[in-house]
Structures are given as structure tokens and as C-alpha cells.
């Protein structure tokens, strides 16, 4: 079974420019997430997709963060226009239903550097 | 109201135990528990349920005492793998991830 797919796997860009994240769940699997984590720190829910629909969001900068899951599988996360502390890995996890009761399967991440 | 985990490290010799504590100010529906390894995704390892109810691994067990809010994980006989990042996951109104322990496991 193929795991979650993150692209691309590393990114340098300057503050002020903007930066998309591409993540593909496990077949099947219902709910998605995008989490941020700082360097030192445990992971941040950005937010949460049930099927195409957003469960939480409460979490994501909505000034400059946006993200969407049109079909409900692949996901897009966007960050315009960046900032230095954006810098950190940026984890899609996926579950097969909301994660009370069901495992996240985390991808590669994406490391975010913002200079 | 990230939930707290003590220790914050831990140095092991392969063989012994350790034992991780994790502890919510909000009341709970489910505790999940991860390990990442340095440059890496977390990992599932288990998750804990109102009720007494448990999935995970064979040889890692936890508690989940809901009137206390409080998980913890049992990690015994430690082996080399065991070495990284442990987080509490506190499944409550939200999805707040622990502060972590860091445990490291030499021969």
C-alpha cells in the first residue's frame, strides 16, 4: 500500500514570495491534515479535511495560509506571501476517518525554508 | 492547553525501562501516541479510547486515566529503535499535540 506522498520535499524561498505544498493521501482514506512544525517543537494542525470539507481550521493563519482538497483526495497548502517564521517541515498525515479512533499515517513532510 | 509530557528527555541503556507521562487541562475523548525519529514523520504507535479500549503495538503498553486527564506509555526493555521524539496526541474539542520527550537509548 503506498504511503502519503509530499512535493516537493525541500524549498528555499524569499520572505515576501509565496510557496504551494502538494500531498496525496492513502487511498481511501477520508480525512486529511496538514500540520506545521517548528524546528524543536511537536507538530501544529493547520488544518483538517473531512472528505472535501474543512473540520478545523482554527489554527491556520488565514491572512496568508490557504489550503484546499477539491476532490476530495489530493491537497494543496499555500503560503503567500511567506514569512521568516514560517520556516519549518510542513507534515500531511491522512486517516481513514477523523483521528479519534483511527491512526494518521504521516508523509515525508516538506522542509520550508524562508530566507 | 498543549498537553504536557514529563519527562522531557530520557537516557536509557538498551534493557530498561522508561516510562513517559502525558496530562491535559481539558477533558478527553482519545490519547494517540507517536514517535518520530530525528529528520523523520512521526509514527503511530498507539491510541487509547474512553472506555479502556486499545490499539497498538504488542510490545509498547499506555494508560488512559480519564477522570485524571493523564496517559502514559511503557516502553520496557528498551531496545536501539526505540531512540527519538515521543508524543502524547490529546484528542479532545481539538487535536493538540503533546510537548514531546526525547528519549535516547545507547548500547
Known amino acids: 500500500e503506498a504511503g502519503v506522498a509530499q512535493s516537493p520535499r525541500y524549498k528555499i524561498i524569499e520572505k515576501r514570495q509565496s510557496v504551494a505544498f502538494w500531498c496525496n493521501p492513502i487511498s481511501g482514506h477520508a480525512t486529511l491534515y496538514w500540520y506545521q512544525q517548528i524546528l524543536g517543537q511537536g507538530p501544529k494542525l493547520l488544518i483538517q479535511?473531512?472528505?472535501?470539507?474543512?473540520?478545523?481550521d482554527s489554527q491556520l493563519p488565514k491572512d496568508r495560509f490557504s489550503a484546499e482538497r477539491l476532490k476530495g483526495v489530493d491537497s494543496t497548502l499555500k503560503i503567500q506571501p511567506a514569512k521568516l517564521e514560517d520556516s519549518a517541515v510542513y507534515l500531511c498525515?491522512?486517516?481513514?476517518?477523523?483521528?479519534?479512533?483511527?491512526?494518521?499515517?504521516f508523509g515525508p513532510g516538506t522542509r520550508l525554508t524562508v530566507t | 492547553q498543549q498537553p504536557v509530557q514529563s519527562p522531557q528527555a530520557v537516557i536509557l541503556r538498551e534493557g530498561e525501562d522508561a516510562v513517559i507521562n502525558c496530562s491535559s487541562s481539558k477533558a478527553l475523548y482519545s490519547v494517540h501516541w507517536y514517535r518520530q525519529k530525528h529528520g523523520e514523520a512521526p509514527v503511530f504507535l498507539m491510541i487509547?479510547?474512553?472506555?479502556?479500549e486499545q490499539k497498538g503495538h504488542d510490545k509498547i503498553s499506555a494508560s488512559f486515566n480519564e477522570k485524571k486527564q493523564q496517559s502514559s506509555l511503557y516502553l520496557t526493555a528498551s531496545q536501539l529503535s526505540y531512540s527519538g521524539t515521543y508524543f502524547c496526541?490529546?484528542?479532545?474539542?481539538?487535536?493538540?499535540f503533546g510537548t514531546g520527550t526525547r528519549l535516547q537509548v545507547f548500547p
Open positions: 496526541v490529546m484528542i479532545a474539542d481539538k487535536l493538540i
Open positions: 487509547l479510547l474512553k472506555g479502556g
Open positions: 479535511f473531512q472528505n472535501n470539507g474543512v473540520v478545523d
Open positions: 498525515a491522512s486517516s481513514f476517518q477523523p483521528g479519534r479512533t483511527y491512526e494518521q499515517y
